[in-house]
């Protein structure tokens, strides 16, 4: 049975500013910098190994996957880490972005999974993107394991291609800067 990981990329300015990030490309605080080493050292230690490191293009997901890729090195050096993946650059949320997460407008502009955020890309268009994303890896992930980096709402995708969620439950889902989250992709 084949799987593979997921890391969300490490603490940005606009995290701790509760801003909505999305394709703004915003780099890595200091702090998140060192939890992606961390990060790195965490994967070394418990022996997780891959053999490709799919990562956004977006800065703040290319930075902790070169600090991942680094520590890995050691235990691995044949990982393929120059794997800039396009697809994985977070949800344009269009006019939303730089503006607070948590806003009574933004969370139900959210509800509407088929609309684009006025400028941006619905979440649809977003799911088909990762959904066929993952169908590729799914017909590689007996001969290969990856480790994919990227973004809080693509965690929210590839949660909803493994598990049933209601739209309530998809808005709730989230990962932690630089978590590491194991997926396994059921039988054929």
Request: hydrophobic share 35%.
């Amino acid at each position: 049975m084949g799987h593979f990981y997921f890391v969300r990329h490490g603490q940005t300015i606009w995290n701790v500013e509760n801003k909505i990030c999305g394709a703004t490309d915003i780099a890595l605080t200091e702090f998140g910098h060192q939890q992606a080493v961390e990060t790195g050292e965490k994967i070394l230690k418990e022996g997780i190994q891959a053999d490709e490191i799919l990562y956004s293009p977006l800065v703040r997901a290319a930075d902790t996957a070169k600090h991942i890729s680094v520590s890995g090195h050691q235990c691995y050096p044949e990982v393929i880490f120059h794997q800039n993946q396009p697809r994985l650059t977070e949800q344009n949320f269009g006019k939303w972005e730089s503006t607070a997460r948590d806003g009574a407008d933004f969370k139900k502009a959210k509800e509407c999974f088929a609309m684009s955020h006025e400028g941006g890309e619905s979440t649809l268009r977003l799911a088909q993107r990762i959904y066929n994303l993952l169908d590729e890896i799914r017909e590689e992930s007996d001969e290969k394991t990856y480790i994919l980096v990227a973004h809080k709402g693509i965690a929210r995708v590839v949660q909803s291609y493994f598990h049933d969620m209601t739209n309530e439950e998809y808005a709730a889902f989230g990962v932690k800067n630089c978590e590491i989250v194991r997926y396994d992709f059921p039988e054929k």
